[in-house]
Every structure is written in C-alpha cells, then in structure tokens.
C-alpha cells in the first residue's frame, strides 16, 4: 500500500518560467502539503500556451522526472523541483526536411495530479 492520494492537500505554492535559450525554457516550481497526513508525490501537467493563450504542448511529468527523491510529501513540507524544457517543431515551410525551429511560447500552466 502506497502513501495517500489526497491532491485537494497538496498546492503548488509558487513557480517561474524563464527562456533559458532559443528553444529551452527552465519551469521551476514549489509544491506543498497542506493537510496532517503524508500523501503522495503528484505528477504534473504543463502545458506551455502561446500568445492567444492555446495550449501548443502539453506534457505529463513524473516525480522522478522532475527531480523527487521520495515518493511522498509529509504535512507542512515543501518540494523545490525543475524541469528543462526543450520545445522544438517540424518546419517543413523552409524547404529543409526534418528542419526544427522553436514554437513561440508565451505563457504556461501547471496542474498537480494522481494519475
């Protein structure tokens, strides 16, 4: 039996994301555990959004993904985690196969979650 699933306990308390290069952003963020009892890891959906606001990636991230070492939290514990995101497309438009250029990200949302 594994650690409680209670994600109404757990928040993600701050996060930033910054462009680290042409196609790389670094997402870093804060959860908590606001309730009494120990509760799982979550994972986390990102989803990086452009300048209307639409979703133009969206990726589901393990605990192991983003740099958690247990597998839970305990009652009023923070975890500081990142990620490095590479974003690439195909553009084909240059006439170059397989050419990649980078999306043009704008913002971002994060959600915790038990799969």
């Not at 990726?59 to 939290?73: K, W």
Request: hydrophobic share 45%.
């Amino acid at each position: 039996v594994g650690p409680l699933r209670r994600i109404e306990t757990v928040v993600i308390d701050s996060s930033t994301f910054n462009k680290v290069d042409a196609d790389s952003y670094r997402l870093s963020f804060s959860l908590k555990n606001t309730g009494t009892t120990p509760v799982a890891m979550p994972h986390l959906e990102v989803t990086l959004t452009d300048m209307q606001d639409q979703a133009v990636v969206r990726r589901v991230l393990s605990p192991a993904q983003f740099g958690a070492s247990t597998s839970m939290l305990v009652p009023g514990s923070d975890f500081a985690g990142f990620v490095v995101m590479q974003v690439l497309t195909a553009d084909t438009s240059v006439g170059a196969a397989g050419a990649s250029a980078p999306l043009r990200v704008a913002g971002y949302r994060m959600l915790a979650f038990y799969p």
